[in-house]
């Protein structure tokens, strides 16, 4: 049995990391930390889980919760991660940071984009970018793992394929995505009112979003040669989903097939990226409370244009789902275990 | 291993009968069928079971259904299960019914809020409601389980223990109801589209609702006497849940605490009830997905009544969460194998 | 030209109140009253009004707003107007107060529903409680309006008539009361948020809710003897609109038509409340963005009661309409003036 | 006073017509034709006009209704319209036609997109598009006024002064636009089901939107050489409101100030058109129920492209806005009458 300790496990992530640890076989949760709700009953801040869980929310003590967990999850904001990890935590205990912090390899554009110094950059080296659909060797053996955040899942999934098969022009990739609310925290902000979010889209960090590089990073490595892009997040009336729309020019002439071929090729075995039937669109509806990210392109003549499109749930797949996928990884066991999920409709 | 043959698997409460069914460890699904889609994929209907189930939808053939299956899911429209039973299939296959055709003893009184002609009252009898929490000794030896309404499920659940203790006035009983649309069903009508359902709320059915005499039939074993009430169903914009608003006047002085032990009495040891901390009142949000029903009540000394309130999925514990649990009743299994299922939240 | 200040312009109430003086073709808005946005332009708060309103927003400062205008609305948490209104004050300008501290009659009743001390308790003697439709003759002479609450407007409106005319029997109304989510307010709270509040339902305030005794007295004063009721307000996930169902047994042997007429007598006159036709029932999505309530009823000889209904705009008649058709009243204008507002639908 | 006939009154675009011209001074309408609801009252198809429109629903009678109106607004299915005209309609009448069919200038364009044959190409070098920011020197005379699409409006508006100014490269522009449902139509289709639409957003149309061309071809004629481009839809659960995403790459080396000053000469002096202040991101709230047309960008320097954005009413500026305020023009009323519309939030 894995001894689990969550630090954040009172916003949406850390809620959703409890739901789908609660269901997995070979996991225990032995510390529900909250700084908000430090001593309260966590079914009382989550009603959901009134008789599912008993224990009280517990401030934050890395050294106590690493002498008493196997892995600790940190589903908090930019910086208390890092802030708290040192060599004897490490020898203790696996990370498996929700946050930003280790999922840049430049600390300089990590400390651009976040406009914040980084606490370690010393641990940035050895911290492996949990991508499994792309860096699954990588995991087992980390001390740090850096969780992909939710738009840079579900862009790079779509995109990927096409970029190492060298087919796209990296220069030209757009990527237009819209998420849902529950991407933007359980924090009490005007702007995430009902009223305000509800009847509305809008984009929101346009040329400026801090997925931004972690996105170019992961493609650059695709593509053998830096990438720029334009990543342009929106904001949707709906509790979760994150759908990606992203667009590239060709590089080279290839007909529906050929691409087809392509992301069978990479996708063909992953358990959790479904490549749709030809036609088909991707929709958030169809992956939400899965760990699926479902995927498809349409190729377009006219303007020598390939869209690749990609949904899937940004509380699962896109944060807590992912996150177990590689604690099954970095504990050995199947890692679909707690995740074979089927998507809830309507 | 059982086999299961649902018919009406491409409504929502069938779709949602795939969805346990699929996670249910003793169950195979072995006909999905479907009058509108015959012959399509299931996955092309639902497109949330795609890799997931590769079946296509089988017309009705209850004879040759009732070979293949060890128990028949009807999630139909009114009239057409009952048809389908005779004495042969009675004696291959179990039938777990979830129209309205067997859950009212009364023949006359189904037809006079139905509208229609019982097409085999003959089998009224034996039928069993599945009322879980209420009738569970009666449903093993069943081979016609009626399942019970959403409607009637959350609303008797709310009331059944102050009417059987004989603490409420029965005559006084009003329940207020709100349903979110799933339970409008996915047949293609005005009323039903986006636009008219979204930032909106009516009533419907108002005074003669199909519902309610199914709620005073049971309401009635248990205050034995004829009961007679007000149900009032709302439209909610939103996709699942049901809540349940009702009322009535004490016929004895009671405090709080007397009321509290008489639903910890009851519930205490049912898996799906849930009765809330006092003060704390049921939210739909917070039972989705689930098999729960959150229960709770409030006094009001001024005007010496009860407010009972009940939340619940309309499509698991409201329709196919109940009807899984009817099965493993049915079946000798653990009431709660394929169920335990932690809400979803957000 | 009548000058207008808004003391709380930039809360929902306040907002709407904007929305409809600017379209009011007698009214000049003067001060745009704001706490919580001193200084900052009016259209970077609410940036609908961007090159329709170039002020920004001003501090509370009563006596120089006394100067200024011909009329204050006060759009403002509980206990805020009343602090600020004096003899001088009311020498110099009309005050139309939203929140609730001149509705209720009996300063006991008040303090004890609202657990606060009435800071000028020797006002309410003469403040008009200013629902038009009961009390329109008392209006146009009022220094202090009352501007009833929105679940009271859409409450009373609905059951008034057959309290009046004594068909029913006051000690069994039961009102079961429906809102969308702008009655909270745009104050920053998680239960607010849009994860918190989409696809949930549920009721709030059960048997303590501070417009219950709001309620009471106005039907009190139809029926000739105190009333006491229950009142349950919910909350649902749309932004506006209120929906009442109203519950009470019949004291009088009467059919459809009677009551019909009774309804048809008290409202046919009325521009802004609208009696159905028969069978047909208010929803909110109809009255949206309007000032009419619509009503509705329906027997039930089954169990002797009968159920009202209405349905309106909260913001509106609820709110921000209402107070402008007062406001007409007040100073001689067209009750109409600025509120012949078509529904907007979808 | 111009009578006014419309053709398609009960479909969404219909009913918002009817909402504006009930409040414009200088119309009366004279006809509500509706197929679907022929002698059925107006108000009992949309219940929001009870006691606002006596009219009953009538049958398409172009003749007829030539003699009636002095305009005609049609806002049917595609093919329709052009089928019912003919010279002696146009000499009794003006036609404003809110389907496609005189949109596009090339025949041969408009039957590939829309795979029909056009029923009387010999009108299209006569139709005028009504996009009155650009083109409204050719309104006032015109006999057909081709209303523009939704999605053209909107991407129109936001792309082209910087294509006009030859400041982008048009080969790159790339325009990512997101509807809300009314622009799906009141047909009863499942695809529009409030549960299929609710929590859920999908791309459609990708590559083959009908909406395509049009805006190619109006962007063209800035260009002043062809221009192709990508256009996807996507659907967005919210009732009314497209909001456009537009990438392209800057041709010239500009600035910010620059920029401004373009969009700044542009739309100056238009009514309708609201250039956001730098850094405000145009949001669909921001303009529900009015004729605005938010628009705003940003420059990436990173990529050298630029972002440029749009939010309006789909129903309003989108459909039927546009049309009154082309018939105003038409003639000869200010264009403004009937469409200064405050907008409604939340």
């Known amino acids: 049995m894995i001894k689990v300790g969550i630090i954040g496990s009172t916003g949406y992530a850390g809620a959703e990391l409890v739901r789908l640890l609660l269901a997995h076989p070979e996991v225990r949760i032995c510390w529900y930390g909250s700084r908000s709700y430090i001593d309260k009953k966590y079914a009382q801040v989550y009603q959901n889980m009134f008789q599912l869980v008993e224990d009280v929310c517990r401030d934050d003590n890395m050294a106590e919760l690493a002498r ?75 001390r740090i793992l850096a969780n992909p955040g939710c738009y840079p899942t579900c862009s790079t999934l779509s995109v990927y394929p096409l970029v190492k098969e060298g087919i796209l022009d990296p220069a030209t990739i757009i990527i237009d995505a819209k998420s849902g609310t529950s991407g933007a925290g359980r924090g ?21 979003h801090r997925h931004t590089p972690e996105i170019e990073e ?28 992203a667009y590239a020019s060709l590089k080279k002439q290839v007909c529906e097939e050929q691409v087809l071929e392509i992301y069978d090729h990479y996708y063909r075995k992953e358990r959790f990226v479904r490549l749709l039937e030809p036609g088909a669109c991707p929709q958030t509806r169809w992956v939400e409370g899965s760990n699926y990210v479902d995927v498809n392109f349409k190729l377009d003549p006219r303007t020598n244009r390939v869209i690749m499109m990609g949904a899937m749930d940004n509380l699962v797949k896109g944060a807590a789902g992912q996150a177990v996928q590689n604690m099954n990884l970095m504990f050995g066991l199947p890692e679909e275990m707690g995740l074979e999920l089927v998507p809830l409709f309507p």
Request: hydrophobic share 40%.
């Open 68 to 142: 008493e967990a196997d892995v600790i999850f940190t589903a908090t904001p930019q910086g208390l991660c890092a802030s708290l990890v040192n060599e004897e935590i490490l020898s203790q205990v696996k990370i498996i940071d929700l946050s930003a912090e280790f999922r840049i390899k430049d600390v300089a554009v990590y400390e651009k984009w976040y406009g914040m110094t980084h606490p370690c950059p010393q641990y940035l080296p050895e911290a492996v970018y949990g991508l499994c659909e792309v860096n699954r060797e990588k995991i087992p053996g980390a």
């Open 188 to 208: 009490a902000k005007v702007d995430n009112l009902y009223c305000e979010v509800n009847e509305n889209i809008k984009a929101y960090g346009v040329a400026s």
């Open 218 to 245: 992961q493609l650059s490595y695709a593509a053998g040669e830096p990438v720029l892009l334009n990543f342009t997040p929106h904001l949707v009336p709906m509790n979760r989903g994150i759908l990606v729309t």
